[in-house]
């Protein structure tokens, strides 16, 4: 039997995903010295020396800013995320951050707190302190939603279901977002049609420099007197200081965000909570078994799904003996590769071959053991980034 793949826990991840792992053949922890694999949630990796040991990398969530993916891609490991896998958390907390806004919840709930129950009066300042804290219904009112992925389609779908006008701003939507996307979004074709014409904005990109304080000085001056922005997408993809200065003018009404910096804490008009969107029992069951089942499958199978700079590639089993090999994606390397094995009179059962942006992935199953020395002749071909050899035992 092989050596279990050691994977390397860096986070709370549930019982439930890690359960995924065959104990015959994984090992999981939060003490890996020389781990295989490595299962994430927000731990911050750019600063870690990740060992060359490291195979594939498992984010249990979402977003992969916290990750190095040039940097892994570079070495031909993939980056397995868990998409759509939090959604309906992040999509709940939406819209309780929408209603604390338009209902002062955060500051009438002080306001109860403060009063002393001994107090006689106690009811009386009630009704008489609730005007203080009148709001406004959220029918009938404007969301603007930048970024339809697996997020921010459920969030469009939420508020026309509580009988608001939505309006939708994604330039890189994928075909299934838009086929699943109800007809009552409007499109726009701009940040700024989106900020003019919503009461609430709320924001569901990944932090990409293309992304990165696309909320800002500029861009508050569009949006309508009093609206409330809503960020529980990534600290960065807002400017900080922008929307304490638009806050401070009143010009936007509220902040409402999952990211509590020291610069927008105690704010009285921000509403921050300690990034809770994906914190549910269920999101974080769900996002650790999708990963995990990823992980595992690329480990033993070498079978690619759901890598964020990986193409997806997964092939059933036809024979006992398979390559795997991640190359830069440039003219003649499946010829060299195939040139490698023929060299070797291995024959070729089935083969699968993608590209996703720089790089590329194949499996190949063969009829017969593969030599060592093929292994190598492949990993010394320029271009080839990673090469694995995954015969199945017995
Ligand atoms: N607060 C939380 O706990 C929490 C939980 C999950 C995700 N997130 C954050 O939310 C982000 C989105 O999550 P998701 O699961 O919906 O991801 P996703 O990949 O399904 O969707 C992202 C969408 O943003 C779009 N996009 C990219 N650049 C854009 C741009 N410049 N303008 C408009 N749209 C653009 C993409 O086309 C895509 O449709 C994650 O990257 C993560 O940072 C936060
Ligand atoms: O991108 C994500 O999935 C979220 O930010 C959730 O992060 P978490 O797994 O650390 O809660």
Redesign the pocket.
């Known amino acids: 039997m092989a050596e279990p793949f050691q994977v390397l826990v860096l ?1 709370n991840v549930s019982a439930k995903g890690l359960a995924r792992l065959p104990a015959e053949r994984f090992v999981a922890g939060k003490d890996i010295a020389r781990p295989d694999a490595v299962l994430v ?3 911050d990796m750019h600063g870690m020396d990740i060992p060359k040991s490291v195979l594939a990398i498992g ?8 990750i190095p993916v040039n940097a892994m891609s570079a070495r031909g490991v993939p980056v397995f ?2 998409p759509g ?2 959604a309906n958390a ?1 999509k709940e907390l939406v819209l309780a951050g929408m209603l604390m806004a338009a209902r002062n919840i955060g500051g009438a709930m002080c306001f109860v707190v403060g009063l002393d129950p001994a107090d006689p009066e106690m009811e009386k300042k009630v009704e008489d302190g609730k005007k203080t804290y009148a709001g406004y219904e959220l029918a009938g009112h404007t969301l603007g939603v930048i970024g339809l992925g697996m997020i921010g389609r459920l969030v469009a779908d939420m508020a026309l279901k509580m009988g608001m006008n939505v309006l939708g701003y994604d330039p890189e939507i994928t075909v299934e977002a838009a086929w699943s996307l109800s007809s009552k979004v409007k499109k726009a074709n701009f940040v700024t049609e989106v900020l003019k014409h919503s009461h609430f904005v709320s924001l569901h990109v ?1 932090l990409v420099e293309a992304t990165r304080h696309m909320i800002n000085a500029e861009s508050l001056t569009h949006m309508k007197h009093g609206a409330v922005l809503l960020n ?1 997408s ?1 600290e960065g993809v807002v400017d900080e200081a922008a929307v304490l200065a638009a806050l401070e003018a009143r010009k936007l009404g509220s902040y409402v965000c ?1 990211f509590p910096s020291p610069k927008v804490n105690g704010n009285p008009h921000v509403v921050a909570l300690p ?5 549910t029992r269920e ?2 069951e769900n ?1 650790a078994t999708m990963v995990a089942d990823q992980l595992r499958d690329y480990l033993l199978d070498g079978n690619v799904v759901n890598a964020v700079n990986f193409p997806n590639v997964a092939m059933p089993r036809e024979s006992k003996f398979r390559i795997a090999v991640a190359n830069a994606n440039v003219p003649n390397m499946l010829g060299q590769i195939s040139t490698a094995m023929a060299g070797a009179k291995l024959n070729i059962h089935n083969m699968m071959n993608k590209s996703k942006g720089d790089i590329a992935y194949t499996l190949v199953d063969v009829d017969s053991k593969v030599p060592k020395k093929v292994i190598e002749a492949i990993a010394k071909i320029e271009g080839v980034l990673a090469v694995r050899y995954l015969p199945v035992e017995g």
Request: glycine letters at 10%; hydrophobic letters at 30%.
């Open positions: 986070n949630r927000s731990a984010r249990a969530g979402s977003g992969t800013n916290n995320n868990a896998a939090n992040v990944p529980f990534r999952d990034h809770l969107g994906a914190s999101a974080e996002c």
